[in-house]
Structures are given as structure tokens and as C-alpha cells.
């Protein structure tokens, strides 16, 4: 664990020992890299060199003043893929999802595969959630673990919500079109009761070329801790089997084929 320099600003990350095949891990929104790290990083350590990274205003990295956007934090990413030097198979849950889409499509020379879990790109294919609000014990219970890492303190919590919230009723704002231009070979992972409506998770897996699709029964969008041992075998599965796929009775991906 360590801080390192991303784009003018101290960032917290924890860097891969050695060189090897590695695995970044982007956590969710309002998150931290502990989440991720604790969940699924241990299993698939045992496989691969695991490195994570606090994006700005998230965990252990402080925030600035400018409004949170996906292409901010795609760009966030990009920063930290180059300064490991080496191409690596891309991880991420929620808004780490929904980076890890819009890194694929700008800077697919950095990566190997990549998974999303409980990903949408599109904010309007989400299904009704209620809103997290200041002065809720939901909120509270936030704020007050996001309090114990944050170099900006508990009075920043609210702040961080806003920033969050305003995101999230416009963003990210991805088509079919551009999805389709992703080369990199993509996992697209849910829980059967996600935060994407499944409609909107099956479009995403259909206009990615040769993408996989894994929905796990009985999970929610916390499917990486209900599921942990299922979600780790899962994504080591995708992260070292054979592509392209071959299977007894190819259907889409003969048509794909075409």
C-alpha cells in the first residue's frame, strides 16, 4: 500500500509485488478499494498480481473541488494502467463497470480482458432506487465509514453524496454503437436482482463483440460478497480459458462469426 502521483494529485493504491499477469481492480462508487480487495482480491491472488487504485474523492484519496464525471475517472485509470507499465486484465464493479467500458474503447493497447460486474452505460438502465439523503441512517452509517479513510473528514461525506447523485441522473450516456467498438474480449457479470434492469445487462453483453455473459442466481448488486468463491472462479474462468470460445453448439457466436 502506498501514494502515488496521478495526475498532479496523491492517490492511495496498492501495487502489484513483481511483475506477472496482473489484475486491476476498479471499485464501485462511493467506495473504496478495500471493498473489492477484500472480497474477491484475495481469491484471485492466488492466480494473478492484484493492484487497485482510490480514485479521487474515494476512499484514501482526498477530493478536489470539480464535479465527479465517468470520463474523469476513465482518465484517472489510464493515468494508473501507465504508470504500472504493463498490459492487465481490467476489473471493475458499479462505476468501476462503467469505467472499465469507457477505458476499453479509448485505450484498449493497455489491456488484456476485461470484467464488469453490476455495470450500465446508460444512466436510464437502472431500475428505481431510493435515494440515499443527509440525516438518514443509511447516510450516517456512510458517512461514518467513509469518515474513517478520507483525508477530507466526515464534513465532506454530504459533498461527495451531491457530486455522486449528480452523476448518476446523467450519467454515463454510452450507446449500442459505441459498445460496439470495444476489441478487447469482456466479461459482463450481474447478480439476478442488480441495480440494471437484466434487459439493459443483456444489451450490453449482446453489442460486445464476443463478450461473455455470467449472471449468478440468488445475488444482488453486492453479488463479489454473497458469492465470493463463485464470483472469484467465475472471473479467473473468463481470465485464462481459451478466446475465442468454443462450445459444442454455437448459435450467436456462429452467426458472430460471419
Given at each position: 500500500?502506498?501514494?502515488?502521483?496521478?495526475?498532479?494529485?496523491?492517490?492511495?493504491?496498492?501495487?502489484?509485488?513483481?511483475?506477472?499477469?496482473?489484475?486491476?481492480?476498479?471499485?464501485?462508487?462511493?467506495?473504496?478499494?478495500?471493498?473489492?480487495?477484500?472480497?474477491?482480491?484475495?481469491?484471485?491472488?492466488?492466480?494473478?498480481?492484484?493492484?487497485?487504485?482510490?480514485?479521487?474523492?474515494?476512499?484514501?484519496?482526498?477530493?478536489?473541488?470539480?464535479?465527479?464525471?465517468?470520463?474523469?475517472?476513465?482518465?484517472?485509470?489510464?493515468?494508473?494502467?501507465?504508470?504500472?507499465?504493463?498490459?492487465?486484465?481490467?476489473?471493475?464493479?458499479?462505476?468501476?463497470?462503467?469505467?472499465?467500458?469507457?477505458?476499453?474503447?479509448?485505450?484498449?493497447?493497455?489491456?488484456?480482458?476485461?470484467?464488469?460486474?453490476?455495470?450500465?452505460?446508460?444512466?436510464?438502465?437502472?431500475?428505481?432506487?431510493?435515494?440515499?439523503?443527509?440525516?438518514?441512517?443509511?447516510?450516517?452509517?456512510?458517512?461514518d465509514k467513509y469518515a474513517q479513510h478520507s483525508p477530507d473528514g466526515?464534513?465532506?461525506?454530504?459533498?461527495?453524496?451531491?457530486?455522486?447523485?449528480?452523476?448518476?441522473?446523467?450519467?454515463?450516456?454510452?450507446?449500442?454503437?459505441?459498445?460496439?467498438?470495444?476489441?478487447?474480449?469482456?466479461?459482463?457479470?450481474?447478480?439476478?436482482?442488480?441495480?440494471?434492469?437484466?434487459?439493459?445487462?443483456?444489451?450490453?453483453?449482446?453489442?460486445?463483440?464476443?463478450?461473455?455473459?455470467?449472471?449468478?442466481?440468488?445475488?444482488?448488486?453486492?453479488?463479489?460478497?454473497?458469492?465470493?468463491?463463485?464470483?472469484?472462479?467465475?472471473?479467473?474462468?473468463?481470465?485464462?480459458?481459451e478466446i475465442p470460445v468454443t462450445t459444442y453448439m454455437p448459435l450467436?457466436?456462429?452467426?458472430?462469426?460471419?
Open positions: 500500500m502506498t501514494t502515488i502521483e496521478l495526475k498532479g494529485r496523491p492517490t492511495w493504491a496498492r501495487l502489484p509485488k513483481k511483475r506477472g499477469n496482473t489484475v486491476v481492480l476498479l471499485h464501485g462508487g462511493m467506495s473504496s478499494s478495500a471493498s473489492m480487495l477484500g472480497s474477491v482480491g484475495p481469491g484471485l491472488s492466488r492466480s494473478f498480481r492484484v493492484a487497485a487504485f482510490d480514485r479521487r474523492g474515494h476512499g484514501r484519496t482526498a477530493d478536489t473541488e470539480a464535479p465527479f464525471h465517468y470520463d474523469d475517472m476513465a482518465s484517472e485509470t489510464i493515468a494508473f494502467l501507465e504508470y504500472l507499465e504493463r498490459r492487465v486484465h481490467l476489473i471493475g464493479h458499479s462505476d468501476g463497470g462503467n469505467i472499465a467500458l469507457l477505458v476499453a474503447m479509448r485505450r484498449p493497447d493497455l489491456l488484456k480482458r476485461v470484467a464488469v460486474i453490476g455495470a450500465n452505460y446508460h444512466y436510464k438502465g437502472l431500475l428505481p432506487m431510493e435515494e440515499l439523503r443527509p440525516g438518514t441512517p443509511a447516510f450516517e452509517l456512510w458517512a466526515l464534513v465532506h461525506a454530504p459533498i461527495v453524496l451531491q457530486k455522486t447523485l449528480q452523476m448518476f441522473a446523467s450519467e454515463p450516456t454510452l450507446s449500442l454503437d459505441q459498445l460496439a467498438t470495444i476489441t478487447r474480449p469482456v466479461l459482463v457479470m450481474a447478480g439476478d436482482d442488480d441495480v440494471a434492469t437484466l434487459s439493459h445487462t443483456c444489451s450490453m453483453y449482446e453489442a460486445i463483440p464476443n463478450a461473455q455473459l455470467a449472471v449468478v442466481p440468488g445475488t444482488s448488486h453486492a453479488v463479489l460478497k454473497e458469492r465470493t468463491r463463485e464470483s472469484v472462479r467465475i472471473l479467473r474462468h473468463f481470465l485464462v480459458s450467436r457466436r456462429a452467426l458472430a462469426g460471419d
